[in-house]
């Protein structure tokens, strides 16, 4: 079981990190997921996510895509974005994921990842800041 911590690190890259070791066979445990870092335009990363959620089937609604509120299973939607879904290998590394909001096990890091640095003045929005923009009270 690898543990890895999220804290100031940039998503796009832990996440497909993450995607290549679940895929890989082993469970992975992602901590402080809540302080994880988005790139970019906060205001753009929140109307993109407010869209995404607001997408809906006309036929069917209720057969449309759920998108949570709640950091850490928007994390783990998001990673099970990097799976291949349609098959039964990508739906067996998804179960082998498991996403924290901060450490509620006291778990100590096991897999170091390099830390992604931010240029100075770069715009950023965490994934804990996002959601509260689109409703979350946690």
């Given amino acids: ?35 994880m870092i988005l790139s970019g335009n906060p205001k753009s ?5 407010r869209a995404r959620r607001a997408a809906k089937h006309k036929g069917t609604p209720e057969h449309s895509p759920k998108w949570s509120k709640i950091p850490h299973l928007l994390v783990k939607r998001m990673i099970r974005g990097m799976l291949p879904w349609d098959r039964a290998r990508g739906r067996d590394a998804h179960h082998r994921l498991l996403v924290y909001t901060g450490n509620p096990k006291n778990l ?7 830390a992604s640095v931010l240029k100075k003045g770069a ?12 409703g979350y009270s946690g």
Avoid: W
Avoid at 45 to 49: E, F, G, R, S, V
């Fill in 123 to 134: 715009r950023y929005i965490t994934i804990r800041n996002l959601c509260r923009m689109i």
């Fill in 45 to 49: 990363i929140t109307a993109k996510l």
């Fill in 1 to 35: 079981m690898v543990v890895i911590d999220g804290k100031g690190m940039i998503f796009g890259r832990l996440a497909s990190r993450v995607a290549k070791t679940i895929l890989s066979g082993e469970d992975v445990q992602l901590i402080n997921a809540d302080q």
């Fill in 108 to 114: 100590t890091p096991t897999m170091a990842h390099e």
